[in-house]
């Protein structure tokens, strides 16, 4: 996963910490006020200060001035010295939280590597087998005398939990097998329309509408054109199975700060929030026959772009997951 480098956790901080405290010396010079205004109150009710027949007035002045300066001073040192722990205390919390969270990252990442090796290796073992059985069982439909339908029903149960087990495998590799992205400027309406064409025979299928809102001048996005056009394609067919027969699944897309996204929401009955923690993690799923590998692979693309895919609620109820991406950089707006 390919992350922008961002300035360390606490550097503002850290940098405010160089500065001198302010409040030693504010506390200083309203200790030598506060001395001066003592002794001039205490003048004007007409209190006198005199040592052996001397008037000692500035003496005392001074006493209390430096008296209440010095208090003053120490009374800013300690608020300063304060001030100065709660800042160093907040750097280091972000700090470790960084350091947490990185770590997590590299577990994450380890595990995802061990786990990818592993399935490469089950993938290419098995992929070889599944031919063999599938080809000798298409072999022997085609001697089976003509009357004999149950035998012929079961060849057609082989070849279709083949051609299954197949696509599992190739999800696997494609899990597995380490992304070359191809970024280039790509328009918001050629991924959506290369998807929309592919995954037309699915939506068909069980009559479901499909809406898009694309705005003007919406700019393009710097990305792996085949790719990204997987995930939307991949989205678009889940959208298609969590629908009811007649349901509708939308495609938008809007800028962000420098960034576009991409929506692909449906009216189906949604994700839980309880779920929306593992959904993108490898093998987990929801379904009888799913493999858990569609999202996990959509998100691995999309961190390889740089980006993000996030799963929430759509406007009608329904799921919306949501793809962000960076805009191209001096590209022409398109329309």
């Given amino acids: ?40 109150l205490m003048s004007a009710l007409g209190v006198t200060f005199t040592m052996n027949g001397r008037p000692v007035g500035w003496l005392v002045a001074l006493f209390f001035g430096s008296s209440f300066a010095l208090l003053g001073f120490l009374i800013g040192w300690v608020v300063d010295g ?14 470790m939280e ?20 592993l399935s490469a290796t089950i993938a290419h073992e098995v992929r070889n087998p599944l031919a063999v ?8 439909a085609e001697t089976l005398p003509a009357d004999d339908a ?50 037309a025979d ?14 003007a001048g919406l700019p393009p996005v710097q990305a792996d054109e085949d790719l990204i056009r997987q995930v939307l394609l991949g989205l678009l067919a889940n959208a298609a199975t969590a629908v009811p ?26 994700v839980p929030r309880d779920l929306r923690a593992r959904i993108f993690e490898p093998f987990f799923t929801t379904r009888p026959h799913g493999t858990g590998l569609g999202l996990a692979v959509a998100r691995h693309i999309v961190e390889a772009h740089g980006g993000r895919i996030e799963v929430g609620d759509g406007a009608d109820g329904g799921a919306r997951f949501t793809i962000r991406l960076r805009a191209a950089r001096g590209a022409a707006m398109a329309a």
């Avoid at 970024?183 to 050629?190: K, M, Q, S, Y």
């Avoid at 069980?206 to 809406?211: E, G, I, N, P, S």
């Fill in 1 to 40: 996963m390919h992350e922008t480098p961002f300035p360390g956790p606490g550097v503002e901080p850290a940098a405010a910490d160089e500065r001198p405290g302010r409040a030693r010396w504010w506390g200083l010079v309203a200790g030598i006020a506060l001395g001066a205004v003592d002794t001039t």
């Fill in 82 to 95: 304060r001030r100065r722990d709660r800042r160093a205390a907040a750097v280091i919390r972000s700090q």
């Fill in 98 to 117: 960084a350091i947490n969270a990185a770590r997590a990252r590299l577990v994450q990442s380890e595990k995802l590597a061990a786990l990818g090796q």
């Fill in 133 to 140: 059985i599938r080809s000798a069982a298409q072999s022997l």
């Fill in 150 to 199: 149950e035998a012929g029903r079961a060849c057609s149960f082989i070849a279709a939990e083949i051609d299954r087990l197949t696509s599992v495998t190739g999800s696997l590799l494609a899990f597995a097998r380490p992304l070359a992205v191809r970024e280039r400027p790509v328009t918001v309406r050629a991924l959506f329309d290369g998807a929309a064409l592919l995954a």
């Fill in 202 to 215: 699915d939506l068909r299928a069980k009559d479901v509408r499909l809406a898009r809102s694309e705005p």
């Fill in 245 to 270: 027969r007649g349901g509708a699944v939308t495609l938008a897309a809007r800028a962000v700060d420098g960034a576009v996204e991409l929506d692909v929401a449906d009216t189906g009955p949604g």
